[in-house]
């Protein structure tokens, strides 16, 4: 398996819109309104599930959004 690399003169051209930072990315907005909506999620449970699994929920959202 091979890749063939071509050499192209001058700035590399691109499609994509330019971003001034990681909060201007799409995917890290997405994750951010999957943030909130986990928390309200966490934040309706039952008062015997609200504490452990509603913290497991709560953490495992905010963990997606910070490994970006």
Not at 16 to 45: G, H, I, P, W
């Amino acid at each position: 398996m091979g890749y063939k690399v071509t050499k192209v003169n001058g700035p590399a051209p691109t499609t994509a819109k330019a971003f001034q930072t990681f909060e201007d990315l799409e995917v890290y907005k997405a994750a951010r309104e999957f943030r909130k909506a986990m928390y309200a999620v966490s934040r309706s449970l039952p008062d015997l599930e609200k504490y452990d699994l509603g913290r497991q929920i709560r953490r495992a959202a905010f963990v997606t959004l910070v490994t970006l």
